[in-house]
């Protein structure tokens, strides 16, 4: 078994991509197609808006509540491909680390409400708000209390960059979304929501068009609902002169594996002219029964049974993919 990292919020939410990543998850498991997000870094403030499914009242007054918020009733539940949360904990999180205020409307609900809530989570004012369905959550003061942390942090530019970073991992999960990212009132880069990954990859990589990338997908017939979807760039076509480009996502999350990147790599290389890199990427559907369960859920690693039978699976489909690209 191989340990694999997710590459997640997690234990802490020590940057403001972190807490980007925590509200941009929230607003995809509310099944928003519309996300923008908007930074304020000198100001240690984030917002982001979404056309999603909203909160009602109740919904609202519980959603910053200590562990009161779980989807997540079993471990099995954390690799349900349709659902990204899973602590409960961010929102209250956030409200011992900032100030936190929600502007939501259900769909359908005649109404919107403004949530302001106290350190403990708890709901300090309550206000019918004229809005539009969908929900806006303001993170400000980020660290207020904590200036270590704060003076722990990169600059704004940087962390601006490790912003963009994760909008474009998650986008490439979750590629039928338009993402809209602005710093300072100024518009930085939006991503267009593309039918499938392969259309979306050029906006991360403009030298690369979509001519120049190869999706296949490959059903296990011994692993129920398990599918290796893999998209490669051609050898003869692009990525000359740049690094590596791998990235590995499990059930709609990326993920840190350095054994499955190591088979990528070596696949690629056997086959690859030396001035070429791969660009490649793997997501993989996996039944949860397939993955077994760190003891605490909030750890942000998993372990992958049957390692090297994904790893020759992997490699074989690499293998026919750029063998087709040679014809
Ligand atoms: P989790 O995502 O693990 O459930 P969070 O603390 O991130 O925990 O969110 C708490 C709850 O608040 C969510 O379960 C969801 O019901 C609600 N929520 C948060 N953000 C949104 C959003 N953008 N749209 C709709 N509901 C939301
Ligand atoms: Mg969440």
Redesign the pocket.
């Given at each position: 078994t191989e340990v694999v990292y997710l590459i997640t919020a997690g234990e802490v939410i020590d940057s403001l991509s972190a807490v980007v990543r925590?509200?941009v998850?929230?607003?995809l498991?509310?099944g928003?197609t519309r996300i923008v997000v908007s930074l304020w870094p000198q100001n240690w403030r984030v917002r982001?808006a979404?056309n999603?499914?909203?909160?009602n009242l109740d919904?609202l007054q519980?959603?910053?509540a200590a562990h009161s918020?779980?989807?997540?009733r079993s471990s099995a539940d954390l690799w349900k491909i349709t659902s990204?949360?899973?602590?409960?904990?961010?929102?209250?999180s956030l409200t011992t680390l900032a100030d936190l205020e929600?502007f939501?409307r259900p769909v359908g609900g005649n109404e919107g409400y403004q949530v302001v809530y106290n350190e403990s989570g708890e709901v300090v004012k309550l206000e019918i708000a004229p809005i539009a369905p969908?929900?806006v959550?303001t993170v400000s003061n980020l660290f207020a209390n904590c200036p270590a942390r704060r003076q722990g942090l990169p600059t704004p530019a940087q962390q601006m960059k490790a912003v963009q970073g994760i909008i474009q991992q998650i986008a490439l999960c979750h590629p039928q979304v338009t993402y809209q990212v602005w710093q300072n009132d100024r518009e930085l880069f939006t991503i267009c929501p593309a039918a499938t990954v392969e259309q979306l990859i050029p906006q991360i990589l403009p030298q690369v068009r979509q001519s120049d990338l190869h999706f296949c997908q490959l059903e296990l017939p011994n692993l129920e609902k398990s599918v290796i979807n893999l998209v490669i760039g051609l050898p003869d076509r692009c990525h000359r002169h740049r690094p590596d480009w791998v990235k590995v996502a499990i059930n709609g999350r990326m993920i840190k594996s350095p054994e499955l990147e190591q088979t990528i790599l070596s696949a690629f290389h056997k086959t690859l002219p030396r001035d070429r890199y791969p660009i490649c990427f793997l997501h993989l559907a996996i039944s949860p029964d397939q993955i077994n369960w760190n003891r605490n859920p909030a750890k942000t690693e998993i372990y992958l049974n049957e390692i090297t039978f994904w790893q020759e699976q992997i490699t074989q489909a690499i293998n026919q993919a750029l063998r087709i690209s040679e014809v």
């Open positions: 925590e509200l998850e929230n607003s498991d509310a928003a982001v979404d999603g499914r909203g909160m919904d519980q959603a910053a918020t779980s989807k997540i990204l949360g899973f602590r409960g904990e961010a929102l209250h929600i939501s969908g929900t959550v």
